[in-house]
């Protein structure tokens, strides 16, 4: 086929895909189990967590759709209409990673890049999604560049810094002495650790650039969301965190994940239901930042990042 898209260079954007509806819970969660399905007591209460969460039952689903077609309009005017044309793949959910390939593919695209909606790279998170690009591009014979990561992109930072100093004025202001900003992140299994998985310093990377750019000089770094995998993860967890910190006294808590864009269930309920609770039985008052969802100066550090990947300068 040699459509208009064929001329345009193809742009796969993916995200971790959330169920379509209740019905589908069980193998979302059977997909990112790697095909093995949870047991009864995990899939309810996997449920539970969607069922208590606020913003739409799925609301992962709608902001990825709103950051694809925010992305499209964000090239369109970089680069000229037609230029780019985005796809959406996603990991555990359809349209699936091969979908998105495919898709292009189907249009005559012969060239693409693709970029992940989460900043920092991690062969466990990123480096797995583009693998299975990779490996349906070279079936469809489409030329595949992978944007590693884009976590220290300057407007990524400054849109952060934005929501960062918004969030300490709702907690009383930036000049609050006990006002802490807690940088969060889903944690890993600790065997990355012995992969020298870039993960976890860009992480603190983009953490410590928020800081200094919003001038917050009590911040720390902590993970959150980890599996129950019977396996060790990355710590300190969020709980725990914030466990510690009650016992040293303070008293108000900026959680800003770093790792996330979108609103969504590790956002929705492990931050702003569980952690906050948590929180708040222990005397600290938690907030967090809004998220980027599909915020126009995160579309443009993506779409930049696209740009430069394309002339070569951040592809793999
Ligand atoms: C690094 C990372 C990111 C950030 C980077 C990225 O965005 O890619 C991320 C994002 C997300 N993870 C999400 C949800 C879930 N993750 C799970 C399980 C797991 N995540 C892992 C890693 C990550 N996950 C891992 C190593 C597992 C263990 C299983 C395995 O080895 O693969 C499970 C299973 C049950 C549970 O553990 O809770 C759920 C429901 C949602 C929200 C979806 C929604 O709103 O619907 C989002 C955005
Ligand atoms: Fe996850």
């Known amino acids: 086929m040699s459509g208009q898209a064929g001329k345009s260079i ?32 995990q899939l309810e209460d996997l449920t539970s967590r969607y069922h208590s969460i606020v913003g739409g039952v799925f609301p992962l689903r709608e902001n990825t759709n709103n950051q694809v077609a925010a992305l499209q309009r964000t090239l369109d005017e970089l680069a000229g209409a037609g230029t780019y044309v985005c ?18 593919a189907a249009d005559g695209v012969k060239e693409a890049v693709g970029i992940v909606l989460t900043p920092q790279y991690s062969a466990m998170s990123v480096g797995g999604y583009m693998k299975r690009a990779q490996e349906e591009a070279e079936k469809h014979g489409i030329a595949f560049k992978a944007v590693r990561e884009y976590h220290l992109h300057p407007e990524l930072i400054d849109a952060l810094k934005i929501r960062v ?12 002495s006990d006002a802490l ?12 650790l012995e992969m020298n998985d870039p993960y976890a ?3 603190l990377a983009t953490s410590a650039a928020v800081a ?50 979108s609103d969504h269930l590790e956002v929705l309920y492990d931050i702003d ?23 126009p100066q995160y579309m443009a550090a993506l779409a930049e990042t696209v740009i430069e990947a394309v002339r070569g300068r951040n592809g793999g």
């Open 165 to 176: 100093t918004d969030g300490l004025e709702r907690l009383g202001g930036a000049g609050s």
């Open 87 to 104: 796809y959406q793949g996603l990991k555990h959910a359809a349209p699936y990673i091969e979908d998105g390939v495919a898709a292009m």
């Open 212 to 261: 200094q750019a919003a001038g917050a000089e009590n911040w720390q770094f902590t993970w959150q969301s980890a599996g129950q995998t019977g396996q060790p993860w990355l710590g300190p967890d969020i709980l725990e965190t914030l466990e510690k910190l009650a016992a040293e006294g303070v008293k108000s808590v900026l959680v800003t994940p770093v790792g996330f864009v």
């Open 273 to 295: 239901i569980e952690a906050k609770k948590f929180a708040e039985e222990r005397g600290i008052r938690l907030e967090r930042i809004r998220m980027l969802n599909d915020d």
């Open 10 to 41: 193809g742009v796969l954007v993916m995200s971790y895909g959330t169920p379509e509806s209740l019905e589908g819970i069980e193998a979302y969660y059977t997909h990112i189990r790697r095909g093995n399905p949870p047991s009864a007591e």
């Open 181 to 192: 900003v807690l940088f969060s992140a889903h944690s890993l299994p600790a065997k990355v």
């Open 201 to 203: 310093d860009q992480l």
